[in-house]
């Protein structure tokens, strides 16, 4: 079991982490100083060797920003908001306001420390062929869609999860389902979302 760690060392750890949450890389000795207000880099230094030797942080040899946490296995932890829900059935309006976020290891995911991420709860049966069922949460990027990925799209003013195809150079949007017809805007087609993970709860 490591040592307890002083109030000062818990911040200077607890900083690591956040900073590595938001920025992708461990912050330098001098932004520690910085932050704390040390009168000079040596004191930012003796508290990361005092959490060295306590085991809660390592130094990945050969990497500059190379602070590592023990015990987050250089995991990128971020909490990405749940924007409400959209359908996957039949078109409805805009999704709901915010219902709380998740947690999730972006490394683990796949998805790059720079996305500009949100999620949603899914409503309904349209994209079980694509193993997306009711109540399913999927993690979206911004970013413009690709032939193929499935999409939290606004068509015509009304809000669905499906797949984003071209045919002939023209958009429109597939469930996958052979329940429901594909989907051709009228007027408009905005992509809100490009799907990039799903995460499913244990079921009883």
Known sequence: MSEALTLKQQAVRDFIEAYRQREGVS????EIQAHFGFASPNAAAKHLAALRRKGVVQRSAGRARGLVLSES?????SEI???????AGRPI???EERDGCVRVDLDTL???KNARTFALRVRGDSMTGAHILDGDIVILELKPPSHGRVVAALIDGESTLKTFLVRAGKPYLRAE????????PAQ??????VMVALLRQARS
Not at 188 to 193: A, N, P
């Open 188 to 193: 408009e087609l905005v992509i809100q979302g």
């Open 81 to 87: 908001p749940i924007l409400g829900a959209i359908p």
């Open 73 to 77: 296995a250089d995991r990128l932890i």
């Open 27 to 30: 912050p330098s000795l001098r």
């Open 110 to 112: 796949g998805i790059p």
């Open 177 to 184: 389902n052979p329940n429901y017809p594909d989907l051709i």
């Open 93 to 95: 309006g805009e999704s």
